[in-house]
């Protein structure tokens, strides 16, 4: 065998010249032990150096990026949020999965075996903002693919009662089953075939109340507490207010530009040079010496009405002067023929229009000479009695917003009313030496409650502050449109404009169907209400206005079962025209079983 030693090709040489120092006090491996120590030690500290060196030079960075950094303004903090909300909103779309089928569109999930009594008719007002925008959940209903619900329709009929769906009278069900319930035995179902087919379950609402006295269905549905610190925001800005007009608090209760327009006020170019008014139409006139006093003159007015063949016409101009004077009272002819004179409201009689003359534009002219810009028109409901007259004026104060209805916003006070619980007077009345409105006692009622406002502090007339549904919505991000539309057999209506919200009326259900359809196009939340079926409505109109009719006795099933067949085509025409991704919901009345007072 051979024998091959193993030879390295790469010996490594070494210079001999190279002095080293060799300790032989220890070993040589502790030589090379503390050698590497001082090493990594010298390595440590460097890298400390360095990490100071950075860090330093990073706060310097940070300091350079905070004094470069622009602080956010509030719209651009909003827009950011809109912007956060609107990813989240398009990642949950289309991810509902309910019983294994994926749920596309917005749908309404009941949950029946959470339900033990009937719930509050506040929770019809917790549904709509837990549609509309963002807040908890209800533990009785679920919305699937929430994010995608753009609008909500309450229809709020007072005429539907809940024993015409099978609820027995002895009986505390939160609702009742519409498939199960017999056609031939109830006439809800067999006059309400649309509503009864679309809705599974009839819930049963229960209305608020404290010291024996039952709140209004409407009140729990629309209002809401403010927050504590709302209220603080209110009262400063009030006082702010009150502070700037303290040595004339007439102009305190004046409307704002903004106040009228909400209101429906015709405005006049020398508060918004934009507004148009139309043909025909007329402003008041700055003071023909051009002086405008420091305070301003108070004149009250009140307008009476007739039917025309062109409608609602004026017949009646009346001013009342600050000491309670009459400085105008006026018949005016129409130009159309009138059909109905309505004496029993209106007081004017067919012998008294027919010794007139005066033409409406002849009455303009008479009112411009005697308001011009250093009068505050005073009225209530004066929007009304402005349009009548088809004339503008930049300084006006309703009395109907001076004092709260009874049961709150959107609710609006009548005259009658007011002038019965504050100046212990009764307008209005009916008897056989006067028949109808007297336009001069009404004008003065105006006219005192104003004096009477001003005599006390602001919070006079009014009672707990609350605000609406309409206003939350508002407020919330992205702000919710909303408005109120009601219909009323006459020109008094029982709900007004709110802060946030619009109001319509219409003369008639079917006219209140066309305007919701036209409406819901724009707004995201109606509140709509019809009067068909609604006999306790009736009622009280007759009883308001003071006519000396008989009161109605109860409609019978065959009446009843037309009138619910009709209410049944109103609900199925909106349902139908409503938007993808609305929802429809129709509230009755007051129910007639005492368990549930709703």
Known sequence: MKFTPNIDRFQKRYDTATKIHVSFDEPEENHNGKKRAAQDSNNDNSRKKNKVDNKNNKDKGNKNKKAAKKELTEEEILAKVAA???????????????????????????????????????????????????????????????????????????????????????SNLPFVDLQDLPKEAWIGKSSMPFLTKQSRYMLVHMISGEKEKLSSPVADMLQCSISNSKKEKLIDENQKKIQAFKDNMREYYMLTLDEMKKAGFPIPTCLDPTAALPDGWKETRPPVDGVMKPVKRIIAVDCEMVMTEKGSALARITLIDEDGSILLDELVKPDAPITDYLTQYSGITPEAMGATTCSLRRAQKHVRKIVDHNVILVGHGLENDLKAMQLAHPYCVDTSRLYDHMRGPPYK??????????????????????????????????????????????????FKKVELVFDRLSANRPPRSSAILESARSATRLFGDTLSGDYHRTDTDEELVELTLEKIKEKNFLFTRYITADDTLTRQQQQDSGAPTVLPSAASDAQRATQLQTLDSYIRRVYHGLPENSFLVVVGGVCNIPQYKA
Not at 94 to 115: C, D, E, H
């Open 413 to 462: 006070p009548s005259l009658k009313h007011l002038a019965r619980t504050y100046l212990q007077r009764n307008i209005q009345g009916h008897n056989q030496s006067l028949m109808g409105h007297d336009s001069a006692e009404d004008a003065r009622a105006t006219l005192d409650l104003f004096k009477l406002k001003l005599a006390n502090k602001p919070r006079f007339g009014r």
């Open 84 to 170: 956060i909300r609107l990813k989240k909103k398009l990642k949950r779309k289309n991810k509902a999965n309910v019983n294994g089928q994926l749920i596309t569109r917005a749908a309404f999930q009941f949950n029946p075996k959470s339900l033990t009594q009937a719930i509050p008719t506040t929770q019809i007002r917790e549904f709509i903002l837990y549609a509309l925008s963002e807040t908890c959940n209800l533990p009785w209903c679920t919305i699937i693919n929430k994010s995608q619900v753009e609008r909500l329709v309450v229809i709020y009929a007072p005429g539907l009662n809940c024993s015409y769906f099978g609820l027995p009278q002895e």
